[in-house]
């Protein structure tokens, strides 16, 4: 039986990085993997295959809506979809490669195959046992579904069914105004499908920033989606060539109906913990399927971990990441850390959207005395320059004590602002220091300044 220090069950964003690093310690480690790739759903199906579409639809958008402003020709410009899903499938193929090519170069083992734990430190590969001194549990999780409905991945599809689509429907419906619905809705609405968004809540995106939440909607419905909030779909039924998606309003109750050529179901994800032997293994979980932790991810069980979509906490790759990290400098006798309130989340749609820390209505929730400073894009003129003045910075700082308590952004490049206000928020910054930090002109992270100044004396551009 082949032993290692650490065995990895889960090759995806947690798992490839919590291995790789356990390696870099000097710890042997193995990978448990059953893909013909590594990166998980993140890099095969999920986060960077649904990037390269939302890239490629946004610039078509801009060919065909602004190009013509700024001088630029844009006649004969088409899609050529099977292209489109070429590019895709080579962007994922490098990134995949990159992880094969890190596992290598750090020495780490991949056991392709399935993993389940079979005993203590012990975890069987179809008929081979390994050894191991630690194990993590790192499987991710999986698309969950509707009563009532029927995946196919050809025309009832989940997220990996909207990213091979032979063709660009017509017709698209989305259940679920989530982050992956509004992401993969929006890549087929600039490409020219008709999509209609049906959500439970009364609200997009739940959790976000009410404020933030309204303007992406009103932003989104622009761009051409239309939202029908507050109902419950019943059925997705076949009907004369088309899918028929009933519905009904959880006020009136009222029954309702749509067609669609395609239907994307996109109402969250699950733990994928299937025979992965927990139960026999007196591994403890939550009622939600969640494998349960304490605060340095260790299971019930002395020696297993678990890190990702399988605990609580957001379903995001980096903050799988940062737990795989911390679990493999924990095993190694280091001090690993998460700081959990400090995890930003992004939608990757135009405008992107982005936060971190607490929103408004958490802060009115606890009554915690704040204050908020906000500031347009409007005001910003590198945003104004290249057509993306939509949207706004808001930041929440301490009414006292000026220490940052959150921030939430709608508008260009919101992804990679928000790390700005992360590290501020890491170090217990106050709204002040980023205040009195100089930006360089002329960026979009001038507005992210002109936030904090409006939690003072007030912005100089607004």
Known sequence: MASYDVIVIGGGPGGY??????????????????????????LNVGCIPSKALLHSSHLYHEATHNFSKMGLSTEGVSIDWQTML??????????????EFLFKKNKVDWIKGWGRIVGPGEVKV????HGAGSIVIATGSDAAS?????????????????????????????????VIGLELGSVYCRLGSKVNVLEYLDAITPGMDGEVAKVLKRLLGRQGLKFQL??????????????KVSYRSRKSGREQSCKADVVLVATGRRPYTVDLGLEDAGIATSPGGQIVTDEKLRTNVPGIYAIGDVVAGPMLAHKAEDEGMA????????????SHDIIPGVIYTHPEVAAVGRTEEQLKQDKRPY???????????????????????????????DRILGCHIIGPSASDMIQEISVAMEFGAAAEDIALTCHAHPTYSEAVREAALACGDGAIHA
Request: hydrophobic content about 45%; charged content about 20%; overall charge negative.
């Open 17 to 42: 990085v919590c291995a790789i690093r356990a390696a870099q310690l000097g710890l042997s480690t193995a990978c448990v993997e059953g893909r013909e790739t590594l990166g998980g759903t993140c």
């Open 86 to 99: 070429a590019y895709k499938d080579s962007t994922i193929s490098a990134n995949t490669a990159g992880i």
């Open 126 to 129: 179809g008929d081979a046992v």
């Open 146 to 178: 509707l009563p009532g409905i029927t995946i196919d991945e050809k025309s009832v599809v989940t997220s990996t069914g909207a990213l091979e689509l032979e063709s660009i429907p017509d017709r698209m419906t989305v259940i679920g105004a989530g």
């Open 230 to 243: 507050g109902v419950e779909v019943q059925s997705v039924t076949a009907e004369d060539g088309a899918q």
């Open 327 to 338: 679990v493999a400098e924990n095993i190694a006798g280091r001090k690993g850390h998460v």
């Open 371 to 401: 204050k908020v400073g906000k500031f347009p894009f409007l005001g910003n003129a590198r945003a104004k320059s290249i057509f993306a003045a939509d949207g706004f910075v808001k930041l929440l700082a301490d009414a006292a004590s």
